[in-house]
């Protein structure tokens, strides 16, 4: 084995302790958690006058006689319909098409996952037209 100078002693020397030193701050470094803390604060709606009460207009996505037509209508506007999600907006769209048209606007009930309770949410928001005649939204009875 060789010796080494009193030099390169020297340099390894500090070389091990900026090793160390370096190795001891990175694990402190890492080991400290700071916690960000996140609050979110909810305003009530205004009481009166600015937005409309709920009770007012059901269907927030509807327009006021506004009516669906279920035999045309894309699933972007059927999702309108309270209680209507995307999922059960392409299930309506797929019985249609592979039914064909409702006859009747009770008929959407044959729809899996479209019960009583439902129907009775959009039962004043949809129409069908007449042989698919019509425009998906019509502003009128039905």
């Known amino acids: 084995m060789t010796k080494i100078s009193r030099t390169e ?6 070389t091990l302790l ?15 958690h700071d916690v960000t803390r996140i609050e979110i604060s909810r305003q009530n709606a205004p009481s009166e006058g600015l937005l409309p009460a709920e009770e007012d207009n ?7 006689g506004e009516r669906i037509d279920i035999n045309i209508a894309p699933a972007g506007d059927l999702e309108r319909l309270p209680g209507i999600g995307p999922a059960r907006a392409r299930d309506i769209v797929a019985y249609r098409e592979s039914v064909g048209p409702f006859q ?8 899996s996952g479209i019960g009583e309770k439902t129907y009775a949410k959009i039962a004043d928001y949809i129409t069908v037209g007449e042989g698919g005649e019509g425009h998906a939204a019509d502003s009128g009875g039905g």
């Open 9 to 14: 002693a020297w340099i390894l020397g500090v």
């Open 58 to 64: 059901p269907a927030p996505g509807i327009l006021e």
């Open 18 to 32: 900026f090793v160390m030193v370096t190795t001891g701050w990175f694990f402190l470094q890492n080991n400290r």
């Open 104 to 111: 009747q606007p009770e008929s959407i009930m044959k729809v």
